[in-house]
Every structure is written in C-alpha cells, then in structure tokens.
C-alpha cells in the first residue's frame, strides 16, 4: 500500500494522485506538482489515503510544495490570459481558412507551454498555425483536438432536466452509454429525449442502468404469455419501478392451424383459424405472482439487434447519437 493524496485541476477534471512526501497536506489546500506537462496548479479533493500500488500510473509524480500566496496570484494571473490568447488564436485561424472551432486554451502553471483546445470535422493540417502561434507567445504551443462531449464539458450549459450539465459541474470521466439504456428504462427512442446538448447520448442515462437491469430481471416482456393466479394471460405493459405487470386475461385460446373448412367442391380449403379472446378488463400482478411461459424464446428475441424494430431515418439519427 501506498500514500498518495488525491489533486483535480478543474472542478468536474479527473482525480490525480501524487505522493505527498513529508509535507502535511490536507484536502481543500491548493498546491503546485509536477506533471508530464510541465509544474501545474492543483486542488487536493482527498486526504492522505493508501492505495494498492495495482491502482497507481507509474512512476507516482511528488507534489512540489504547497501553493504560497504569491504562487495563487500568478494562477489568476494565467486565467486571466485566456481570452487574449482565445482571440489572438482565433485571428490566426482565420488568417489561415482552417475549418476548426476554437473551444478552449490553457496555459501550464510554470509558463512553459499554452495548450489549444478545438474541434473539427476530421484532420486538420495545423502545421503553419502552430509556427505562427509560436512566433507570438514564445513558448511550446500544443494544439489538441477535442470530440462533441469535451467540448461540451469544457464550456457547459443547461441539460433538459434544467440544472447544469453533469460533465462539467461534477462528472470526472465520461462512461460508455448505450442504446440499450434507454430500452431497459422505457424511455422513448425519440433522438431529441434521450441526447445531451452535445448531440450525443446523455450520460444520465448510466446513473440508473444498474437498478433497472436488477428491477428488471425475471420481468416479462410486452406480448409475453404468462401463468398468473387467475389464469393463462397475456401482458400489456410493464411498470419496472413498481413491479407491476398490467395483463388481459385469455378467456378463449385462438386456434390456429386447427381444423379445414371444405369448399364447395367437397376439397380442403385454407386453414380455419379463430382468434384468441382477451377479458376487457386488466388485470395487474406482481413479479412474484407470475410464472413465464416459453422464457427462452423471448430472450432470444432480446439478444437480436437493439436498433432492429426501428425505420430507416430514425435508425440514422440514433446512430449518429451514439458515436464516439
């Protein structure tokens, strides 16, 4: 086991650890350690704590000291170069006709570099951009190339619920979200519910995926047959939260593919067939009340393609919400 506290360079960034050596650091303080970047200005969000070393990205970096006053004033100070290096970037990229959106720039605590942060369609040959740049700050100048979900991480902006998004106001690392998320919930498959200012699948859509798949195990289908108190019945609709399966009891079994009507010639003719009768009413049981019927083949139909039952065009957009 190791000692290690834990740093963040951004409120909602991911948590660095580093070796806290033989200063007495608690969290809440501010302090200055070395990165592959250069020397960076950080927050401790976790005390002391030993971690197994399997946990830990070699080699374990040393935090250099403790942010003095002097040391918190010239990190406002870099905040503070921010827009004036925006647009100087930004007028260069004009200058040059590249087709890349400007999203973000930072400048590394000890000066040594200042990092672009842009998106675009595809490549960009930023070569020329990059001398120039240099030409002006004096300094190494990196150019980093950012999907939709970073860009929407690093600006923010309000999520349909109405709060702040959760990439930026608290979310550290983003996880993979499926189609499939949204089909255990219920939730409508229409791209506008279920995507995220940044044109993607929301990442909510995760938070709640492992109590629904649990809530929703041994639960049947819509249009599954199943044994109930009452009788053989045939589902309607399924309310996961409640444990409620609404269902319409079968009075009469169809019976397909059972006897021949005789035309008038006295020859067989196309196979009778009479449909099932359903109860009007609804009746609603619990998951424990029920027993499935032929559980196997719904669970086959499952595993077959999420995006199968959908047309052409909204197969597309959804699609596209779930690229990278």
């Given at each position: 086991m190791t000692s290690v506290v834990g740093v963040k360079f951004k409120d909602a960034g991911k948590l660095y650890y580093f070796s806290p050596g033989k200063l007495q650091i608690e969290a809440g303080d501010h302090v200055i350690v070395e990165t592959a970047r250069g020397l960076e200005f950080g927050k401790v969000t976790m005390g002391k704590t030993k971690v197994k070393e399997s946990e830990l990205v070699a080699?374990?970096?040393?935090?250099?000291?403790?942010?003095?006053?002097?040391?918190?004033?010239?990190?406002?100070?870099?905040?503070?170069?921010?827009?004036?290096?925006?647009?100087l970037c930004q007028e260069k990229i004009n200058a040059h006709g590249l087709e890349m959106k400007l999203i973000d720039v930072e400048y590394t605590f000890d000066?040594?570099?200042?990092?672009?942060?842009f998106t675009a369609d595809g490549r960009v040959d930023f070569r020329e951009l990059v001398k120039d740049l240099a030409a002006v700050f004096r300094m190494r100048i990196e150019l980093r190339q950012?999907?939709?979900?970073?860009?929407?991480?690093?600006?923010?902006?309000?999520?349909?619920?109405?709060?702040?998004?959760?990439?930026?106001?608290?979310?550290?690392?983003?996880?993979?979200?499926s189609i499939k998320m949204a089909k255990v919930q219920n939730l409508s498959l229409n791209p506008s519910?279920?995507?995220?200012i940044c044109g993607r699948l929301m990442c909510c859509l995760k938070f709640e995926n492992e109590?629904?798949?649990?809530?929703?195990?041994?639960?049947?289908?819509?249009?599954?047959?199943?044994?109930?108190?009452?009788?053989?019945?045939?589902?309607?609709?399924?309310?996961?939260?409640e444990n409620s399966i609404k269902t319409r009891l079968v009075l009469e079994e169809g019976t397909k593919g059972k006897g021949r009507e005789k035309n008038k010639n006295g020859k067989e003719d196309k196979e009778k067939e009479q449909e099932e009768k359903l109860s009007t009413e609804?009746?609603?049981y619990k998951k424990e009340e029920i027993k499935r019927i032929n559980k196997k083949d719904h669970r086959n139909k499952k595993r077959e393609d999420d995006l199968g039952e959908l047309d052409g065009e909204l197969l597309q957009e959804i699609k596209e919400l779930m690229k990278d």
């Open positions: 080699p374990l970096k040393n935090i250099i000291r403790i942010a003095t006053e002097k040391d918190y004033k010239k990190h406002q100070e870099n905040l503070a170069k921010k827009e004036k290096a925006m647009s000066n040594s570099k200042v990092v672009f942060y950012i999907g939709v979900r970073d860009e929407a991480k690093m600006l923010g902006g309000v999520g349909n619920c109405g709060r702040g998004l959760c990439c930026n106001t608290w979310l550290s690392d983003f996880e993979p979200v519910k279920i995507s995220g109590v629904y798949t649990h809530l929703k195990k041994g639960m049947p289908s819509t249009g599954e047959r199943i044994k109930t108190p009452d009788g053989l019945a045939v589902v309607t609709d399924v309310n996961i939260l609804f009746y609603y």
